[in-house]
């Protein structure tokens, strides 16, 4: 029988992809809805590919890394932790369930260890269905929140935060000496997202053609001055300008890096 979705697994080659290949040493019957792809270490996977992964089709995506405390690049699980935490807020934010990616770190050794970790997300996803399904949104709107969450993660700002995090948590100071912890970094840099998050749907209101102010924020349902506010600091980034005037009203349109 055919599966009536897929999900993605991105399998770190020393743990996930080794966990695989224990798992079919042991005939451990793994879901049949996974397909897999392997990745030098899951810390490298970009957020962006994630939800690119969901545009292709697929109903979920799982992170199976090294065992904690023993990847091989160290730092690994910290950093695919980091961004799939920042990946499942861009979701969150377009109306995606986060629950369609998780991250495992599994051991090389472990027969069982792969098939216990995605056999629970799994049956998760044959509950939600393919993306938009569960989340009550209509087939033809999913690529366009999927497109918003790409281009949220891919704000410079936003990739600085997950650049940044991982290292200023394990350093435990910020570059002023002051004491700094993952939850208080995350918590300093939340309105940095937030402002992410309402140029970005600026952004992507612009790409359907140039719009008045009051047009984009009624698309987005966002205050008229927040949306001026925006326009400002995107027009002045080289990401919007203007277009022309209409009835005496400036009409924006997107350019250079904000198409």
Same mark, same amino acid.
């Given at each position: 029988?055919?599966?009536?979705?897929?999900?993605?697994?991105?399998?770190?080659?020393?743990?996930?992809?080794?966990?695989?290949?224990?798992?079919?040493?042991?005939?451990?019957?793994?879901?049949?809805?996974?397909?897999?792809?392997?990745?030098?270490?899951?810390?490298?996977?970009?957020?962006?590919?994630?939800?690119?992964?969901?545009?292709?089709?697929?109903?979920?995506?799982?992170?199976?890394?090294?065992?904690?405390?023993?990847?091989?690049?160290?730092?690994?699980?910290?950093?695919?932790?980091?961004?799939?935490?920042?990946?499942?807020?861009?979701?969150?934010?377009?109306?995606?369930?986060?629950?369609?990616?998780?991250?495992?770190?599994? #051991? *090389?050794?472990? @027969?069982? /260890?792969?098939? $216990?970790?995605?056999?629970?997300? !799994?049956? &998760?996803?044959?509950?939600?269905?393919?993306?938009?399904?569960?989340?009550?949104?209509?087939?033809?709107?999913?690529?366009?929140?999927?497109?918003?969450?790409?281009?949220?993660?891919?704000?410079?700002?936003?990739?600085?935060?997950?650049?940044?995090?991982?290292?200023?948590?394990?350093?435990?100071?910020?570059?002023?000496?002051?004491?700094?912890?993952?939850?208080?970094?995350?918590?300093?840099? #939340? *309105?940095?997202? @937030?402002? /992410?998050?309402? $140029?970005?749907?600026?952004?992507? !209101?612009? &790409?359907?053609?140039?719009?008045?102010?009051?047009?984009?924020?009624?698309?987005?349902?966002?205050?008229?001055?927040?949306?001026?506010?925006?326009?400002?600091?995107?027009?002045?980034?080289?990401?919007?300008?203007?277009?022309?005037?209409?009835?005496?009203?400036?009409?924006?349109?997107?350019?250079?890096?904000?198409?």
């Amino acid at each position: 029988m055919t599966p009536s979705f897929r999900f993605l697994g991105l399998l770190c080659r020393w743990g996930g992809y080794a966990a695989a290949e224990m798992a079919a040493i042991g005939r451990r019957t793994l879901p049949p809805e996974m397909r897999h792809l392997t990745v030098p270490c899951t810390g490298r996977v970009d957020p962006v590919d994630v939800v690119h992964a969901l545009e292709l089709g697929y109903a979920g995506v799982a992170m199976i890394g090294c065992e904690r405390k023993v990847c091989r690049y160290e730092t690994g699980n910290w950093y695919a932790e980091s961004r799939l935490w920042w990946t499942r807020m861009a979701l969150d934010s377009v109306g995606i369930d986060p629950g369609r990616l998780m991250a495992d770190f599994v #051991s *090389s050794q472990d @027969r069982d /260890a792969l098939a $216990e970790g995605v056999g629970p997300f !799994a049956e &998760k996803l044959r509950t939600l269905g393919t993306v938009g399904n569960a989340e009550d949104i209509f087939s033809d709107e999913v690529p366009r929140r999927l497109s918003l969450a790409r281009r949220i993660l891919d704000a410079k700002e936003v990739r600085w935060c997950m650049g940044q995090e991982v290292f200023l948590a394990r350093q435990g100071k910020d570059c002023l000496g002051r004491s700094v912890d993952l939850a208080s970094f995350r918590e300093r840099t #939340s *309105s940095v997202f @937030r402002r /992410a998050v309402d $140029e970005s749907r600026i952004l992507e !209101a612009l &790409k359907d053609g140039p719009a008045s102010l009051s047009a984009i924020a009624s698309r987005d349902e966002i205050e008229n001055r927040r949306v001026l506010s925006h326009i400002v600091d995107l027009i002045a980034a080289g990401l919007v300008d203007l277009h022309g005037v209409e009835l005496r009203y400036p009409i924006f349109k997107a350019c250079g890096g904000g198409k």
